[in-house]
């Protein structure tokens, strides 16, 4: 196939009347429409306006889906245990299974074509099953808390590690290699000291297996921590082998300096999650001081009850425009970083190579952007409009490994008014009360 238009092929190449041949799940050429089609005249073309890399989820919960405006005005601990806590706790596989399938709609739907995927506690397989089906390209984990979580999250030490390792032989490579497994401690203030270490000797078993946390969102949380350790939490994690260049950490807002340095010597990822971290009130991570330092950091839209959509265009818009305020300087994280953080970025933090632009040789995740809007008339800059402009709604076309999961807005590869139906009925039959009750119990 060929697909024409504006091609965004990285940061600093765009190409005005540009195409990409794909072959099987490989993009084979990029280049100018003129020369692509005289040297494959029998490949099919795709006109889209404007073409570029799939995006990367670098933090997501598909699964708290249904929990979108279900927790509002609320600091990080009470939207938790109040409510997405004792949300995990109740839905039953179907329930967990139609979660995890209306995130990776919005997904499909949106321009996100990888997702680094914090499930839940339970049901794991029914979200792994459903992004091999649906065709998204992901790094998803089934959570381990075994301390201080409420009734039906709560797990053995040895049951959750043992379930890990369960998922990681079933899971990891599967579907053609688009699914892949990081081992999800929940964060540190739910897990004790054997799970945060038996964590690292598992991902060092499998090969390729990396680990997703969350770290340092917010000031009860590090202040849990020190209390429990006599550690800063970074500092905690790598005490207990959680960070590298294998890891994953969502957030970390609330780092000091030796922390920063830490983070930086040891190659650990970091994802902002700026709609999330902004509606949480959690803080403003320093994104610019970690990207001066080199720390590799990807974008999230972290999950539906925080945010409330996993729309990656808001979530470049926020992430750049919170930064410029926060640093009182305009010149910052420009549209250009911002396209890295939300491709480049977010696949190394995903550990997929030939990921995240348009290249020969690389992965065929190509999305489509209709500039038939007001919102992109005029158009001076292909990667302006992306990151101020553009909408999740814009995206009309989404390929992942070659397999086109939208075309012309319309989803083929899941039925989305059905499971929008269903996700509506659940919601309207969930009831929070017991599981609330039991987590008010192990509130810290
Ligand atoms: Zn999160």
């Known amino acids: 196939m060929i697909i024409s238009g504006t091609v965004i092929a990285d940061s600093s190449t765009i190409i005005h009347d540009g195409a990409v041949v794909v072959d099987g799940d490989e993009i084979v050429a990029v280049g100018e429409r003129t020369d692509v089609v005289d040297t494959y005249p029998a490949h099919d073309e795709r006109r889209l306006d404007l073409v570029a890399p799939g995006l990367v989820g670098g933090h997501i919960h ?18 938790l245990f109040d409510y997405v806590l004792p949300m995990e706790a109740t839905l039953n596989a179907e329930e967990m299974e139609v979660a995890a399938k209306l995130g990776y709609l919005e997904l499909i739907e949106t321009g996100t074509t990888t997702a680094i995927d914090h499930l839940s506690v339970a049901h794991a397989d029914r979200a792994f099953e459903a992004a091999g089906e649906m065709g998204v390209r992901g790094l998803l984990g ?6 201080r979580s409420p009734e039906g999250l709560l797990e053995g030490t040895d049951e959750g590690l043992a379930e890990t390792e369960r998922l990681i032989r079933r899971y990891h490579g599967s579907f053609d290699d688009r699914i892949r497994y990081a081992v999800t401690p929940r964060f540190a203030v739910s897990c004790t000291e054997a799970c945060l270490r038996r964590s690292r000797e598992l991902a060092d078993a499998y090969d390729g297996v990396r680990i997703h946390t969350h770290a340092s969102e917010n000031e009860g949380e590090i202040e849990t921590v020190q209390s ?51 509606k949480l009130a959690s803080g403003i991570a320093p994104v610019v001081d970690y990207l001066d330092r080199g720390i590799n950091v990807a974008l999230g839209n972290d999950g539906p009850p925080s945010n409330n959509t996993l ?12 930064q410029k305020v926060d640093n009182l300087d305009p010149t910052v994280t420009p549209a250009r970083t911002i396209f890295e953080m939300a491709t480049v970025n977010g696949a190394t933090a995903a550990g997929f190579d030939r990921l995240g632009a348009l290249r020969p040789g690389w992965r065929a995740d190509i999305i489509g952007i209709s500039t038939d809007t007001t919102r992109a008339t005029p158009l001076y800059h292909p990667l302006s409009h992306l990151v101020f402009a553009a909408r999740g709604e814009d995206v009309e076309f989404t390929m992942v490994d070659g397999e086109v999961l939208m075309d012309d807005g319309e989803v083929t590869v899941a039925d989305a008014d059905g499971i929008r139906q269903r996700a509506s009925e659940i919601a309207d039959s969930l009831d929070l009360e017991a599981a609330r009750e039991s987590a008010q119990e192990v509130k810290p």
């Not at 729309?311 to 919170?322: H, N, R, V």
């Open 62 to 79: 598909s699964v708290q889906s249904l929990g979108r405006g279900l927790a509002e005005d609320c600091e990080l601990l009470d939207w």
């Open 142 to 147: 089934k959570v381990l808390m075994d301390r």
């Open 228 to 278: 429990d350790t006599g550690m800063r939490n970074i500092h905690w994690l790598d005490e207990v082998g959680l960070t590298g260049e294998d890891v994953v950490l969502a957030h970390c807002v609330w780092t000091d300096e030796s922390e920063r340095e830490l983070l930086a010597e040891t190659g650990t990822h970091v994802t902002h999650c700026p709609s999330s971290n902004m």
């Open 311 to 322: 729309d990656p265009f808001t979530e470049m818009k926020q992430a750049s425009t919170l």
